[in-house]
């Protein structure tokens, strides 16, 4: 029972694949036929300006597929000098490229498009006996593909054999249709480990300055704050030695002020352990954290957390300083009337969801924090979108592995 199971769920796998592929193949096709328009007016010498832009949605289409199939994706074109368009005219990944926009836009659509005919087909003709009498006589004859069907019934049994056509060949019709995109749009030999050691330098990078950034910030507040305030409960415990015998009522004073000052250090030295690592986070969970985030919030702030059982500690902490940061910019430079919060888990990864309906703007170079939240994500090999337009409103995505 549990193999019939799992071929049903890898036959409805394979036709959400196929049907991802024919958007692909459709932008494939798009692409194929401005690079036809390209070559025609380069045999005028115009294509000749059109070739980077035909380069970079050659590009950003391979992309897409391999975006689909997860596989590493190269860098940008460049679209500089003319010596480095001949680079990336010799460049084997163009090449293979171009050797992959044919092949899919023609096969990679016709198996695609059969991905989504047969389970159309199959629901159509399967529930064709309930409703045909609600059809007028002269359109009552259907068809199952070439061929016209008697009785209602025997169009009701090709539903079901279009159903065990996908049980049976769905997932060939994936292989084949990723065949092309599988072979000709992966990173040659050895890229695939050079590119990823790249990534995670840059990330441990990233890792490191954000570490620094945060040693500093506990530095400074520790040495602007904290370590002021026992200077002063220092400074007024002298005053009150020395005065303690000859004037009791200015011994008190400074006492007093003694002990406000130690209560202030205290509190300060509170709010810095709780910015290293929240202790709400391990009383009350991810969830209660973001809740007392939420509720504190400058503006009304909607919050959704749907995540069963506990993450790592690094990663709850992570999530919650970005939704603590992400609150603040709402809080400070949105002028936003509402901000909405959504957390869920799903499969091996944390996915977080900040939005406002502020004024929008949110650059990361202007000082907002932003870049730090990149940085800390990034260094937990996360991902972080940002989607701010001018006028509003606010997006932002990330999401954190937090195992399986």
Not at 35 to 56: D, E
Not at 106 to 119: I, Y
Request: with cysteine; hydrophobic share 50%; proline share 6%.
């Amino acid at each position: 029972m549990t193999r019939v199971w799992q071929r049903l769920w890898a036959s409805l796998d394979a036709v959400a694949r196929l049907i991802g592929g024919l958007g692909t193949a459709l932008l494939a096709m798009a692409v194929l036929v401005w690079i036809g328009v390209v070559a025609l007016l380069g045999c005028v010498g115009v294509g000749v300006l059109l070739v980077p832009s035909a380069l970079r949605l050659l590009r950003a289409g391979a992309n897409r597929e391999r975006v689909r199939l997860d596989v590493l994706a190269p860098g940008p074109v460049p679209r500089e000098t003319r010596a480095a368009l001949r680079a990336v005219l010799r460049d084997v990944t163009v090449r293979r490229e171009l050797a992959w926009l044919p092949l899919h836009a023609t096969v990679g659509f016709s198996v695609g498009f059969m991905g989504l005919a047969l389970p159309v087909t199959m629901l159509q003709n399967t529930t064709y006996p309930f409703w045909y009498h609600l059809l007028p006589p002269e359109d009552n004859a259907p068809s199952f593909f070439f061929w016209t069907v008697k009785g209602p019934w025997a169009v009701g049994m090709a539903g079901v054999l279009c159903g065990a056509l996908i049980v049976a060949f769905g997932p060939a019709l994936m292989r084949v249709q990723e065949w092309p995109g599988r072979h000709l749009l992966a990173p040659p030999p050895g890229a695939d480990l050079s590119l990823r050691i790249a990534e995670l330098t840059a990330t441990r990078a990233a890792a490191l300055d954000a570490h620094a950034a945060e040693l500093r910030r506990i530095e400074r507040s520790l040495h602007d704050g904290t370590q002021n305030r026992l200077v002063t409960v220092n400074v007024l415990l002298g005053a009150v030695r020395r005065a303690v015998d000859r004037d009791p009522a200015t011994a008190h004073a400074a006492l007093d002020r003694a002990q406000d000052a130690a209560e202030q250090a205290l509190s300060e030295l509170r709010a810095v352990a709780r910015s290293i690592l929240p202790p709400v986070l391990a009383d009350r969970g991810l969830a209660g954290a973001l809740a007392g985030l939420a509720g504190s919030c400058g503006v009304p702030c909607e919050l959704v957390v749907d995540v069963p059982g506990r993450c790592a500690a690094s990663v709850e902490a992570t999530a919650y300083f970005v939704v603590a940061e992400a609150l603040s910019n709402v809080t400070k430079h949105s002028g936003a009337t509402t901000a909405a919060v959504q957390v869920a888990r799903r499969g091996d990864r944390l996915m977080l969801r900040i939005d406002d309906d502020g004024r929008g703007g949110a650059d990361e170079n202007g000082g907002s924090g932003l870049a730090g939240i990149r940085r800390r994500i990034e260094a937990y090999d996360g991902r972080f979108t940002l989607d701010s337009p001018a006028g509003g409103p606010t997006t932002m995505r990330v999401e954190l592995p937090c195992g399986s």
